[in-house]
């Protein structure tokens, strides 16, 4: 048997490539005394990984060079002497790009199978759901009757942070890279009103799509779209700053005028999932109810094969996906 690996191998200038990843086969390790082995199921691929790619500071430790890259996945316990896992038992870990991962099993978090596809605890019962659920309803209390303005809207986080704003009676606006992205938001996902920031004039259609100003901007993109909006900020407005994709590859450059926020006395709050792990317990709660009343539809954007990780991870980045992308080991 094999590990297949994907190791980082060279930090990226700009947007990630596949040469900045290696595929190396090594034995599949054997479990020691007290210690957990696992077969991947499933990775998520997700945009904070180029953060880790890169030597700047930030809230978490970088991707180690000649290491496995860094991820989270879903795994099967394949042999165990620790005798809180046993054979069969799904458990979510931080393996990264890897077949096989190995450890004393501290950190494992067992899932439970009946709560709906293993998969979704990378997605909407995991960090991506309570990302949404705790940056739209803690900082951006969106009251019923407001325009919440979401980007990244066809994607994991801005497809259920609009849900959610839905469900809180909002006006939900979506932005996206795609005309297919906008039917998708407007159809499936039921916002009312869908921009498709690369083809149409974001201030016009910002303009007719919320036609109130906007109270609540779920921004997950930063750059031209967080400029369009802020333009349109009502006073009091809240903007849960969430993720900054469109900076992510990018050399610094000038920013949004946020001056506005001042004129708005908005208020502009950064938010990390990592603070409300404790939160979680309450946010299944209410999004298994959702999902079982179909108030809340998922979808994901599944890769198969783990060589193709480097190219489902670049993808990402580059837009291709609709929903939670991640790759089937
Ligand atoms: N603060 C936290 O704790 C936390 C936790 C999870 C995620 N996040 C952040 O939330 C955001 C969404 O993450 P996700 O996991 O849900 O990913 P995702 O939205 O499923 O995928 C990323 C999407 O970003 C969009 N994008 C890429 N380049 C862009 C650009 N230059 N301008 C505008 N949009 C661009 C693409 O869609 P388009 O086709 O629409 O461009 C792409 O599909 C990211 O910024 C991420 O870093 C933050």
């Known amino acids: 048997m094999e590990n297949t690996q994907i190791l980082f191998a060279k930090r990226p200038e700009g947007m990630p490539s596949e040469d900045n990843f290696e595929i190396v086969r090594n034995p599949v390790p054997e479990p020691k005394e007290g210690e957990v082995l696992r077969r991947t199921l499933f990775l998520s691929v997700d945009p904070y990984m180029r953060g880790r790619m890169s030597t700047q500071k930030s809230y978490a430790e970088g991707a180690k060079l000649g290491e496995p890259m860094v991820g989270q996945t879903v795994a099967e316990v394949v042999a165990s002497t620790n005798p809180r896992f046993q054979p069969g038992d799904i458990v979510l870990t931080s393996d990264g790009w890897q077949a096989y991962g190995l450890s004393d099993g501290k950190g494992l978090r067992k899932i439970d199978p009946s709560m709906g596809p293993v998969s979704y605890s990378l997605g909407v019962l995991g960090m991506v759901g309570l990302t949404s659920y705790v940056a739209l309803l803690d900082i951006g209390k969106p009251k019923e009757g407001e325009t919440v303005v979401v980007s990244a809207a066809a994607g994991a986080v801005g497809s259920i942070a609009g849900q959610i704003a839905k469900i809180k009676g909002c006006r939900v606006v979506g932005t996206a890279g795609s005309d297919e992205k906008c039917a998708y938001v407007t159809g499936e996902l039921g916002f009312d009103a869908c921009i498709n920031y690369k083809t149409q004039d974001l201030n016009a259609a910002l303009k007719e799509s919320c036609p109130n100003g906007i109270d609540v901007y779920f921004d997950n993109v930063g750059g031209a779209v967080l400029d369009a909006v ?54 299944l709660r209410e999004m298994l109810q959702w999902l079982r009343e179909g108030k809340v539809r998922y979808r994901e954007d599944i890769v198969e094969g783990l060589e193709n990780t480097p190219r489902a991870f670049i993808g990402l980045l580059n837009g291709e996906n609709i929903g939670k992308r991640l790759v089937k080991a």
């Open 230 to 283: 802020l333009r349109r900020i009502n006073l009091h407005a809240r903007i849960p700053l969430v993720g900054l994709i469109s900076q992510y590859n990018a050399k610094p450059g000038p920013g949004p005028n946020l001056g506005a926020l001042i004129v708005s006395r908005a208020l502009i709050q950064g938010m990390l999932v990592f603070d409300h792990t404790d939160r979680l317990p309450e946010y």
